[in-house]
């Protein structure tokens, strides 16, 4: 079955800092990996996706990710925060290729705060 | 440009109560989704639709229903409300595996 760690429940960062919010997975099967972030009271909005090819992969916002397969790691950086910045992150996994639906196994979000 | 529509936004039940959560995406996509996403424990699938005519149960399906209705309107259903109930409920779909899951703005339960 899969599954998805996030390591720290919440993150606090100064604005300047590097953002660095940490995702392992779990898959009998290659996955594809997914950060969402969510802003207060709204849905889910995809910030980058990791399926196949280029295992450093990019977003929106200026975020990044790279995909680790030897560390069963997804982990999401930023090199400078913002004040914007400040909302909740999940990780996600699903079924890689040949899999059947494109459900996703969730980990328990991580909330990041921006200081001034 | 409206994406997932889901209805409505927020609702209060009594417990015992039935009510139904509607969904709709205009995206052409096979699949669709209900999660519901509850504090600390991130968000977990209820029931998921890989394509029209077909259903199947997610993680946590006890104490709910679903319908595809058609390729765009997928409804969840809760037959005898519960307090363990409360949460935020959120339609997504997507085309097909590895392109994106866009969510709908969520409904906000609260069981009494």
């Known amino acids: 079955a899969q599954s998805v760690t996030q390591l720290g429940s919440h993150v606090s960062v100064s604005e300047g800092a590097l953002v660095l919010l940490r995702c392992n997975y779990s898959s009998s099967v290659p996955p594809y990996l997914f950060w969402y972030v969510q802003y207060p009271n709204q849905g889910l909005q995809l910030l980058l996706k990791?399926?196949?090819?280029?295992?450093l992969v990019k977003g929106i916002n200026g975020f990044e990710a790279e995909f680790k397969k030897s560390e069963t790691s997804f982990h999401l950086t930023k090199p400078s925060a913002h004040m914007s910045d400040a909302a909740e992150y999940f990780c996600a996994v699903s079924e890689g290729y040949g899999g059947a639906t494109n459900k996703l196994i969730f980990g328990t979000g991580t909330l990041l705060a921006v200081q001034p | 440009n409206a994406g997932v529509t889901q209805t409505p936004k927020f609702q209060v039940l009594k417990t015992g109560q039935s009510m139904t959560l509607q969904c709709a995406q205009d995206m052409n996509h096979n699949s669709m989704y209900w999660y519901r996403q509850d504090p600390g424990m991130g968000l977990r699938l209820i029931y998921y639709?890989?394509?029209?005519?077909?259903?199947d149960k997610g993680e946590v399906p006890n104490g709910y229903n679903v319908s595809r209705l058609n390729k765009r309107e997928f409804s969840l259903r809760l037959e005898s409300a519960a307090p363990s109930q409360t949460s935020v409920y959120f339609c997504?779909?997507?085309?097909?595996?590895?392109?994106?899951?866009?969510f709908g703005e969520g409904s906000w339960l609260t069981v009494v």
């Open positions: 639709s890989a394509s029209e005519g077909t259903t």
């Open positions: 990791y399926t196949t090819g280029a295992t």
């Open positions: 997504a779909s997507s085309e097909v595996p590895g392109n994106t899951i866009y």
